[in-house]
């Protein structure tokens, strides 16, 4: 199958093509970011997506029942046996009524995707088994990545589960999740801690991946967004191929959304889906980099020619300042976002908004998600407040079927969630107010109580 993909540059003047086979992920020529392109003339495609549903009966199969390669003709850049699978991609979506009321909608408006259920609790999964595919296919012996800590546990992961190739992971030596540290180590995963943060590691490890040949999987890696376009298959199957009119994802290196906006794109083109949903990117503010150049300056896709000046100059003035990313919402703390051009494409392809919340918003959404039976870890709640925020606005409508997209597992960062439930005390402190979050209005504190079985009732007859 091979033969008919190819990886192309994605700036409109230049173009140029590359090999499957190539791994070094840029563009030669002007350093772009490249594509994995189909002849899709020459690939068996369904005639429609619902025949996809059929692999259902069939999940004795790993690859049918991979949430990501039972869309394989989706993604045709590998001979079947070449895939790696590790079971990903098994996630649910439900509506959320708790949640709905939360943002403004009706009950049954609004739905929660959880990718939280993946093998290592993220969707970062979804294109980790697409990269490791990839590095199988051209043997590399070595992978890498810089991390905020969900791409460093699925690497770590994929490597532990398959003994295919060793893992490198970095990560800056700020604020990282405890949950995802703690995976990259448990999997067994060299584990580099650098002084400086998570765009000083990212510029590291693509400088070492290039000078000693180290696989990288950073989701510059195109390969990985194309694992990660199945969230958006995913979506519509759980929504009976109905496509919902909004899909709300948290913004950070913009490898997400740009999936999806590919996604549909591809779909569009091949007449598997007609109605395209909108998409909203939802920026921490205090990582808002998308949120300033195309919600504050109007920097468009442009049909590949995007104003690449005022973007490096936006660049320029954070490296002159020392303009540093800070955020409660660890895993969306980034201020260069490498897939920042694909981003404004697919902000084109799906009609596209981009807002942005504040740490307060994101923690009171969040006590709002596991309250309302999902839970999630801070980055994801980004993609709630943002939808609170598009209600308001009138934006979103109380008509819309609105899909957001909770990234990472709850347990992922469990310390921020004990910290916003315990107002008062010293990890409030540290965890909250140290980045403005000043309120817990969500908050459900432990009950201290003495050991005495009086005091215990009282408090259940308070609970009604
Ligand atoms: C990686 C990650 C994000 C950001 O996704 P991008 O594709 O980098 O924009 C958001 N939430 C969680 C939990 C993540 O792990
Ligand atoms: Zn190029």
């Known amino acids: 199958m091979t033969e008919f993909a190819h990886q192309k540059c994605i700036s409109a003047n230049c173009g140029t093509t590359y090999d499957i086979g190539q791994s070094h992920f840029t563009c030669g020529e002007c350093g772009s970011l490249l594509d994995v392109e189909y002849d899709w003339d020459r690939l068996p495609v369904p005639n429609s997506l619902s025949e996809f549903a059929g692999r259902w009966q069939n999940r004795s199969n790993p690859l049918d029942f991979s949430g990501v390669w039972r869309f394989r003709e989706l993604l045709p850049f590998a001979a079947a046996d ?163 009119d909004w899909i709300i994802v948290p913004g950070g290196n913009l490898g997400n959304s740009s999936a999806i906006g590919k996604a549909f794109q591809e779909l569009k083109s091949l007449g598997l889906c007609d109605q395209v949903p909108r998409l909203a990117i939802i920026n921490a503010a205090g990582a808002n980099t998308l949120y300033e150049l195309h919600a504050r300056q109007g920097v468009v896709w442009n049909a590949g020619q995007p104003d690449r000046q005022r973007i490096s100059e936006y660049f320029r003035v954070l490296d002159e300042t020392n303009h540093r990313a800070s955020t409660v919402a660890t895993a969306i703390q980034i201020n260069r976002p490498v897939n920042l051009e694909k981003a404004l494409r697919a902000l084109e392809t799906c009609d596209g908004v981009v807002r942005q919340v504040s740490d307060q918003e994101i923690l009171d959404a969040k006590a709002q998600v596991g309250a309302g039976g999902f839970g999630c870890e801070p980055a994801s709640a980004a993609s709630v407040a943002g939808t609170r925020q598009l209600v308001a606005e009138g934006v979103i409508t109380s008509d819309d079927r609105v899909v957001c997209i909770l990234t990472g597992h709850q347990l992922k960062d469990p310390d921020t969630t004990v910290a916003y439930h315990a107002p008062g005390s010293e990890a409030f402190q540290r965890v909250c107010v140290a980045q403005g979050i000043h309120q817990a209005p969500h908050a459900n504190p432990p009950q201290i109580v003495a050991n005495n079985l009086e005091e215990i009732v009282d408090v259940l007859r308070r609970v009604g």
Request: charged share 20%; with cysteine; proline share 4%.
């Open 82 to 244: 070449q895939i790696v699978t590790i079971g990903e991609g098994q996630t649910v979506l439900r509506p959320a009524p708790q949640v709905a009321r939360f943002v403004g909608l009706p009950d049954q408006r609004l739905f929660l995707h959880y990718e939280g259920l993946n093998p290592s609790g993220s969707f970062k999964d979804n294109g980790m088994t697409a990269a490791a595919t990839h590095a199988r296919m051209i043997g590399a012996k070595l992978a890498a990545c810089a991390s905020t800590g969900n791409t460093s546990a699925s690497l770590a992961l994929y490597a532990s589960a398959t003994s295919l190739f060793r893992a490198v992971v970095f990560v800056g030596s700020g604020k990282i999740a405890m949950g995802k540290l703690s995976q990259a180590l448990d999997y067994a995963a060299t584990t580099i801690q650098i002084e400086g943060d998570f765009d000083d590691a990212l510029r590291l490890v693509r400088d070492v991946c290039q000078r000693e040949n180290v696989y990288l999987c950073n989701s510059l890696n195109p390969f990985r967004l194309e694992g990660q376009k199945t969230t958006a298959f995913r979506i519509l199957e759980s929504l009976d191929w109905q496509p919902p």
